[in-house]
């Protein structure tokens, strides 16, 4: 994007490329009414059986897998458990884990290509991740160690599996954890065929299997080759995809445990070995990776990722929340009574004023402190846990259906420009681009602020003038359409094209923001 005067305006990548590939957060699951017929009858006889069976079998591997770790200490636990409880254990979890798989409907697994080593290849990586059952990839690969979260040992029977499994545990509540996982996948992977191999599901998160998601880099810290590992579910009606708007857990279990039989594939693709570069880059040897495991299996590798709790997509160079949390702030607030139209902010133009819970709520007139708190939550704290009313007063503007568009990017700018050290007028900084865009589209903040460099070419002004934001919001063919259907308000249909149309070419197609239903998380 090149600018060569205050006004002067080029979108960035003018021409044409190739269609959007699909959004992989969502899944739509279309049956006829003879399918729902069967489903109903299947449902009714089979599905209930092969659930109860599994159940059984899934407590019958609680007693193997706790003999194996019975009697071992935290040092001993430290190394491969070897001899007779390997042996033994081993082969009774991995016969029973194949019977409760069996019995869920998985009569059949495809095997292609030959799993290496664990000498030739200490890691594993499996994609697509795309729901619940993937666990079954790891039979075929006799049972490797995986990484999960350390929240998970308190779950019954799962715990057991994860100490029998030896599994490397992370905690999202202690910052260190991650550093020692780090750490561990590096001494496991480099012991030089002491450990079995480790596998990793990198993208961290379940999609519909129609795009890769962004790998994230810990399987490849260590720096050492891996082996990727597709799964594919041949089947003639998905009924497996737990996506995070979709089909909920119980309806995913039940719609696969009434199909006669459900296939799955396992392809073993030759160990990549990292060149130099990637030993020492993890981001660019997790890359090109998935390149290489989206081109074997025909689908696109998006940097489509969880950013927190939140999906979010690539359209053109900027990252956006799949559902921006301003609507749930509009919805919390609507529940409350309150119109966002009919607060007075006073908040000042160019200046932060930081504010307490109890002023929020003085200020937005809300009496309910569960309220108060829900609310508060949504903005960016400081160490002090106070906000910056700037981030309030364009909030509640954004969720007001009376102003248009053109009134809410002039009064952003308005409240994040900042006065010029040398010369007349005022400039948006990084600072304050990334500020708007993460309130009106939940964009992450770094890649807002890598967006507002490449916006202000070097040589250029640090900042944007009013015209500039306003080109870029208004009027860019790609980011312009981005804005107006996402600051569209929540009570007005938006349809699907136009989220579409604001999505760049060989970038996946934000739906979520286009439907007009509220969205199915995962629980539901």
Known sequence: MSQGSAGGWAPLDPTPGPPAPPNP???????????????????????????????????????????????????????????????????????????????????????????????????????????????????????????????????????????????????????????RVVEEVRRRATSRGKWPQVLFFPEGTCSNKKALLKFKPGAFIAGVPVQPVLIRYPNSLDTTSWAWRGPGVLKVLWLTASQPCSIVEVEFLPVYQPSPEESKDPTLYANNVQRVMAQALGIPATECEFVGSLPVIVVGQLKVALEPQLWELGKVLR?????????????????????????????????????VAGAFSYFQQDAMGLVDFRNVALALAALDGGRSLEELIHLAFELFAEEQAEGPGRLLYKDGFSTILHLLLGSPRPAATTLHAVLCQP??????????????????????????TYLRPPHMPRSTSQIQNASSPGSPTALANGTVQAPKQKGD
């Not at 009574?337 to 930081?354: F, I, K, N, Q």
């Open 25 to 179: 957060f969502v899944h739509e699951l279309y049956l006829s009414r003879l399918q729902r017929v069967k489903f109903c009858l299947l449902g009714a006889l089979l599905a209930p059986i092969r659930v109860l069976l599994a159940f059984i079998v899934l407590f019958l591997l609680w007693p193997f897998a706790w003999l194996q770790v019975a009697g071992l200490t935290e040092e001993q636990l430290q190394e491969p458990i070897t001899g007779w409880r390997k042996t033994v254990c081993h082969n009774a979890v991995l016969g029973l884990s194949r019977l409760l798989f069996f019995l869920l409907g998985f009569l059949r697994i495809r095997v292609r290509g030959q799993r290496a080593s664990r000498l030739q290849a200490p890691v594993l990586v499996a994609a697509p991740h795309s729901t619940f059952f993937d666990p079954i990839v790891l039979l075929p690969c006799d049972l490797p160690k995986v990484v999960s979260r350390a929240e998970n040992l308190s779950v019954p029977v799962i715990g057991a599996l994860l100490r029998f499994n030896q599994a490397i545990l992370v905690s999202r509540h202690d910052p260190a954890s991650r550093r």
């Open 335 to 371: 529940k409350a009574g309150l119109s966002p139209g009919c607060v007075d902010t006073g908040a000042e133009p160019g200046r932060s004023r930081m504010i307490s819970q109890e002023e929020f709520a003085r200020q937005l007139q809300l009496t309910d402190p569960q309220t």
């Open 459 to 484: 040589g250029c002004s640090p900042g944007l003038s009013l015209c500039q934001f306003q080109n870029f919001s208004l009027h860019d063919p790609l980011y312009g359409k981005l804005f107006s």
